[in-house]
C-alpha cells in the first residue's frame, strides 16, 4: 500500500464517516464536545495503564492526532502539545476546531517524526496510530522519537497486538471488491485502497526500542487490542 493510498484513506474517513471515525468506539451521531470527552476518557485510561509522567511544565507530541481529540486530553496534562499526523484534511479540521493556544497541529510527510514547532520534548504519546505503519516505517518512527526525546523523556504509545488472521485479511480484500463494484462504505469506513493493519510482536518492538537506546519500561494492556508500550530516554 502506498503512502498516497493511505494519506487518501485518513482524508476520506473524514469526509465519507465523519468526525465519529477517529474512534470505532464513538457513537455515530456523536457531537464535537463528546468526541471530546471521549479523548479525555481515552487518555485517562492511557494514563492509568502505563502511569506516564504528566506536568504542566512538560511539552509532549503526539503522533497520528487526526482530529486533535487525544491532543486536546493531552493539554489538561502537559503545558504544550503539538499534534502531527500524515492526512492534511484531518490536520486543517483539527486546526479549526481547536480553541487551546498551547495545542497546535501540522502534517508529517510520514517519513520521519520532525516537527518543525518544536526541536525537544519529553513525552512522544500515540494512540490507535502505529499499527497503520509497517515494520520499517516505524523503526525510523522510532530513531526520529529517540532523536526528539529530552534525556528521561518518555515514549508511549499503544498498539493493536491482535495477530493478523486470515478473516482480517479477507475483510481487506473485500473492501476492494465492494470498492469496485461502487460501494464506498461499509462498516463505517471508506473501502477504497489504503487501508492495512500490520501486527508487531512484543519481542520485535522491545529488540527495535533497546537497539535504539531506549529502555522498554512495560509493554502491557487490558486485551491484545488495546497494548501500551512505555519505553524512556535515560
Ligand atoms: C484512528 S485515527 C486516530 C487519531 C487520534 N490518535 C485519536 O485517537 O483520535 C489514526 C490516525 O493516524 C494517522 N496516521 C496513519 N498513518 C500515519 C503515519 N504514518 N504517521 C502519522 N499519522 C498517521 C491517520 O491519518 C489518522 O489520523
Known sequence: MSQAASIEWWNKSLDEVG???????????????TVLQSGRDDLARAISITGMTCGMDRTAVEVGCGLGRMSTALAEHFGRVVGVDIAPRL???????????????????????????????????????????????????????????????????????????W?????????????????????????????RRYHHSPEWLSRTLTEIGFRVDKIAGPTARQQWVVASKS
Open 19 to 33: 468526525i465519529h471515525s477517529m474512534d470505532k468506539l464513538v457513537s455515530a451521531d456523536a457531537n464535537w464536545s
Open 91 to 165: 490536520i486543517e479540521e483539527a486546526c479549526r476546531r481547536n480553541e487551546l493556544p498551547q495545542v497546535t497541529f501540522e502534517v508529517a510527510d510520514g517519513v520521519h517524526l520532525r516537527p518543525q514547532a518544536i526541536t525537544e520534548c519529553d513525552t512522544i504519546f500515540s494512540y490507535e496510530v502505529f499499527y497503520y505503519i509497517n515494520p520499517d516505517g516505524l523503526t525510523t518512527y522510532f530513531r526520529d522519537a529517540f532523536q526528539l526525546l529530552r534525556s528521561g523523556g518518555q515514549f508511549v504509545f499503544q498498539l493493536n497486538m491482535e495477530p493478523v488472521r
Open 167 to 195: 478473516k482480517t485479511r479477507l475483510s481487506f480484500l473485500f473492501r476492494r471488491v465492494l470498492y469496485t463494484c461502487g460501494i464506498k462504505h461499509w462498516r463505517g469506513w471508506p473501502t477504497g485502497a489504503g487501508y
